[in-house]
């Protein structure tokens, strides 16, 4: 499973939740691959995504949240995500 920080640099908002979805993100889905996106820099792909808002966060190439999910959030969906595929 690939997940994707979409954030600006100097985003207060964006530096703030990411340890923390990342943490979530690593001890929920083994071997989960976190990737963070700097907008500025991959803007055309963010676009060809959906992402309107920073900061988001896609899962395998599919925009799930155009805004930060609490950490208890994350970890429902990256769950049900796992479930169906055990």
Same mark, same amino acid.
């Given at each position: 499973?690939?997940?994707?920080?979409?954030? %600006?640099?100097?985003?207060?908002?964006?530096? %703030?939740?990411q340890s923390a979805l990342r943490e979530v993100a690593l001890q929920t889905v083994e071997g989960v691959e976190w990737r963070e996106?700097?907008?500025?820099?991959?803007?055309?792909? %963010?676009?060809?995504?959906?992402?309107?808002?920073?900061?988001?966060? %896609?899962?395998?190439?599919?925009?799930?949240?155009?805004?930060?999910?609490?950490?208890?959030?994350?970890?429902?969906?990256?769950?049900?995500?796992?479930?169906?595929?055990?």
């Amino acid at each position: 499973m690939k997940l994707e920080l979409f954030h %600006a640099p100097g985003c207060a908002q964006c530096s %703030a939740a990411q340890s923390a979805l990342r943490e979530v993100a690593l001890q929920t889905v083994e071997g989960v691959e976190w990737r963070e996106v700097n907008v500025l820099d991959e803007l055309d792909y %963010a676009v060809t995504l959906g992402v309107l808002t920073l900061p988001a966060l %896609a899962l395998d190439g599919e925009l799930v949240f155009a805004a930060l999910p609490t950490p208890q959030r994350l970890r429902e969906v990256l769950l049900g995500r796992t479930a169906g595929t055990s």
